[in-house]
């Protein structure tokens, strides 16, 4: 008797139950609920999560069996996206053995390795104590970046949506990573922003086969010309780092040559050119605390970026300089000061749910709140976009996330009441009582 068909059936009907197990059923009742779809805000409504999706969203629904949370009128919105971060590829910034995010070969456009086929995903650790840091503040993605200002390419490579749910496949497709304009990204084009678009004119030129591999000319391995071919003529999503005005035009100009689906990160000058990009359907990811001129590229920063983008009718999102990994809590604090200059309330939870999700070749899946969508939730004591507010629960996939992290392990280990010196577990330079 074969056995093998009989081992294959017990085994799938473990991994159902384990599913079934894996994916709780919940029925969050009297939420305020933020949906970030065109519903808006519903008042005092419930949500009903089976099988890890939601599967609807209305009043007075019967729980069926599912765990019931009564949110007391509490405000209750997706999980919210982190940035453009490196969780889960980097954990002490200073400490290079502990960051994958960036590869370096070489400087200058002379000797330029280009690598576009580079991807950071492969190296995600879903295990980073980053990501609970990151999670029990209402985190529930990221899009991992890779960096091009430490490598020897002005082209950083591929990224992608990372769910923060223990997971190590993305949520969305590959993103492309380029950086432009002066500074860092014209120090690898050979000291001049001009040479960016002769380059990126050459690589396209390399990709259709007027430039043959193999020649003097050519920048690309065979891996390289196969991934950039992806981002060109309509397909992938390319993510491109740039403040001024002068060259956002030329890139609009450039990416619709090429049909290249563009999205910006920072454009700091992006509101000059608000009406071009609503038409071309550019998303544009806003540091909305850049208000001064940080570099001859962002002469024309301002607190009324992200408003004045939002009122073109631009689809507006949000980054943040320095160390976005280890304080990506921050970037609700971002979305806050937008709507504090501004930003109609719903478009800055928007920019922190759907815009990316969106973007990011996710939003039929998470950003959202609706009948079909992952049931990824946070449940908060207040709005969101106050830095006054706390997270009271996070759902992904309508499972309750351990709402704990290595700080909060540290803080129950030294601060907390100890029984006593002798027979407690606190070392000996401590109190019995830390006051």
Known sequence: MNRLPMIAAAAACLWLAAGAAWA??????NATVHTATTRGTLQNA???????????????????????????????TPALFGGVTGIGLEEVSAEEAT?????????????????????VTLAYNPDSVLVPIARVEGIGFTLLGADATPGGSFIGGQGALMRLDGGIDPAGPRVLFVELGGGSAANLTGKTRAAQWMLLDQLIDEIRGRIPQGSDMALLTPAGRRTLAHYIDGGGRVLVGVHRAADIRQLLRWSKRHGVRIAISGGAEAWKLAPELAAARVPVFVDPLANLPASFDQLGASLETAARLRAAGVAVGFTQAGDSSHNARKIRQLAGNAVANGLPWEDGLAGLTRVPAEAFG??????GIAPGMRADLVLWDGDPLEVTSLVQQVWLDGRAMPM???????????????????????PRAYPATVR
Request: charged share 25%.
């Open 404 to 426: 704990r992290t290595r700080q909060t392990e540290l803080f129950e280990r030294y601060l907390r009441t100890a029984p006593s010196i002798e027979g407690g577990d606190m």
């Open 46 to 76: 419930d949500v009903l999560v089976r099988g890890g999706r939601i599967a609807a969203v209305g009043n007075g629904l019967s729980a069926g069996g599912a765990q019931v949370v009564d949110a007391q009128g509490k405000p209750l």
């Open 24 to 29: 709780q059923d919940l029925l969050i009742r």
């Open 99 to 119: 960051s994958d995010h960036a590869l370096a070969l070489g400087s200058g456009a002379k000797d330029m390795v280009v690598r576009p086929e580079f991807d």
């Open 362 to 367: 996710a939003g039929d899946r998470i950003g």
